[in-house]
């Protein structure tokens, strides 16, 4: 029986460029789909299921980011990985793509030994973890079926929030750093700023916010964060 391969949609409108990434992922065992718009990653979509998008920005008609939203949106896309691709390096640039649902933000140009370290780890990110339901407080987590429900009612979280609660509901009471909380969600050796974490969280207790629990995500003056039900 032949080994499955992880597949990765590459939505980039310059064919050269799409090209490189194609041939990178491909010389790293990945196969790949490719798309020059939006329209044409929809279509894609419609007849496969990549488990990871790498998603330039500025593309024609809809914009990478607003089609990351629009993924966000879907209940077929929704917990699909995104990592962005853009020349946009400016802080608050990465601060939007990361609060519109994106994954991972990489800033052209990068090398194609960083793009692959990147794609593995939010690869493990979205598939790791532990298969028993947790329950704390409201929230009960189910690793199996990656459902977060408050009470009966289920929370929609991106694959990164997702990944965040789970490690906190993992570890009730403890206070991370934002290093530590950077190791041990996103990986090591994956090179991206520690206000990355905070932009998350916001994301998260927004989340959490409607079922009461936003306050749950605990912060702790000069030390980081701590996920507990006590006051």
């Given at each position: ?5 992880t ?18 992922l ?6 790949w ?5 939006v ?8 007849d496969?299921a990549p488990?990871?998008?790498?998603l ?15 993924l966000r ?19 608050e640039?990465?601060i939007?793509?990361l ?6 933000y ?5 090398s ?21 339901p ?10 199996a ?8 009612e289920?929370?929609?979280?991106g ?17 991370f750093?934002r ?5 041990r969600v ?31 995500i605990?912060?702790?003056r ?10």
């Amino acid at each position: 029986m032949s080994e499955r391969v992880t597949i990765i949609l590459v939505v980039e409108d310059e064919v050269a460029i799409r090209d490189m990434i194609g041939m990178s992922l491909e010389r790293a065992g990945f196969r790949w789909l490719g798309a020059g718009s939006v329209e044409e990653a929809r279509g894609v979509l419609a007849d496969n299921a990549p488990e990871l998008i790498l998603l330039d920005w500025m593309l024609p008609g809809v914009s990478g980011l607003d089609f990351a939203r629009q993924l966000r949106r879907d209940d077929n896309t929704r917990d699909m990985p995104v990592i962005m691709l853009t020349a946009r390096d400016a802080e608050e640039d990465m601060i939007r793509g990361l609060e519109g649902g994106v994954d991972d933000y990489l800033t052209k140009p990068f090398s194609t030994r960083e793009l692959v370290a990147r794609i593995k780890s939010v690869l493990r990110r979205a598939g790791s973890g532990d298969e028993a339901p947790i329950t704390i407080g409201p929230l009960t987590l189910e690793p199996a079926s990656h459902r977060v429900r408050a009470g009966e009612e289920k929370i929609q979280l991106g694959p990164t929030e997702y990944r965040l609660l789970q490690f906190f509901m993992q570890h009730p009471e403890r206070v991370f750093a934002r290093d530590q909380l950077l190791d041990r969600v996103w990986g090591r050796n994956v090179y991206i700023d520690d206000r990355t974490v905070d932009v998350h969280i916001r994301r998260l207790r927004k989340a959490l916010e409607p079922h009461q629990a936003a306050g749950l995500i605990q912060t702790v003056r000069g030390a980081g964060y701590r996920f507990s039900t006590q006051e």
